[in-house]
């Protein structure tokens, strides 16, 4: 059986694939060259892909001996799920494989504010030494603010514990009996609104729908405390970008670390790059060397059970 892998993956994976026989064929930059994707994909039985491979009408229609789908990651927005139930190609995902890698990017930006060691050495090799510039604030007894509340904020949420932090969320989807209320200890708010309103961060981990687009807007920003800040590692969209470039510009907000736009790579003319507050990643909150192995490896263990007739427990 054949394999395409149009998107990076790391060695680990492409050797449980290889060891198993299977036949692979990898251009980690296939995604960007659609063509001659929907040319040569008739020929795969299985198609490996991350956040940029448009996995749509056209290409589930296109892959005539397709029998799965593979996502490097726990994203699905790039997927139609619908097609591809419909023509019954299974697909599977990284499930939790990076959550912790997310997790430690999200206490890693509350440190950064609380504690900008980096800013303090460059003062330093300038000639300084400003002791009461640098004297910042503590983790301790500030309130986290979890917008949806699954794996990722269940660690998220373990870590800033650790601290000494007050964990509130909201997800209109969790009972009072699921486990990060009564395991993890995350005080839940009945309304989106309260968990703006007395948070010092808020860290959105919800998925791309039409419910959650431009879920946090110039509204919602208004509700937030003039000295918080707003955490996105989940997906671009989540957040309406020209009402947090206004808020940022009129320090409504302290500032945003943003790991995900609406439109990635970001252009140059982003109104959000002319804000001084705005901390922009390149997607890379999920990315360690240890959550790819970790993905990589359990998609493609994945994949061969579904193309061998096995039960997969990473199906959507």
Known sequence: MKILITELIWEEGIKELTDQGFEIEYDETLWSKREKLLEIIPRFDAVIVRNQTKVDHDLLN????????GRLGVGLDNID????????????YAKHANATSVAEYVITAMLN?????????LDVREGNWNRKK????ELYQ????????GEISHRVSKRAKAFGMNVIGYDPFVTEYDHILSETGVEIKSLLNEVLSKSDFVSLHVPLTPQTYSLIGQNELKLMKPTSYIINTARGGIIDENALAEALNHNMI??????VLEVEPLDLGH???????AFITPHI?????????????????EIIKVLSGKVSLCIV
Do not use: M
């Open 113 to 121: 504010v609380q504690r900008p060691l980096h800013l303090a050495e």
């Open 271 to 277: 109104p959000l790059l002319e804000c001084n507050n």
């Open 285 to 301: 909150a999920g990315l360690t060397n240890e959550s790819q192995i970790r993905t990589s490896s359990l998609v493609a263990k």
């Open 62 to 69: 296109s892959g005539i001996n397709l029998k799965a789908v």
């Open 81 to 92: 799920l619908k097609i591809a139930k419909e023509k019954n190609i299974k697909v599977v």
């Open 254 to 259: 302290s500032g945003a670390f943003l790991d």
């Open 142 to 149: 500030k309130t986290i603010g979890l917008v949806g509340l």
């Open 134 to 137: 640098f004297t910042c604030g």
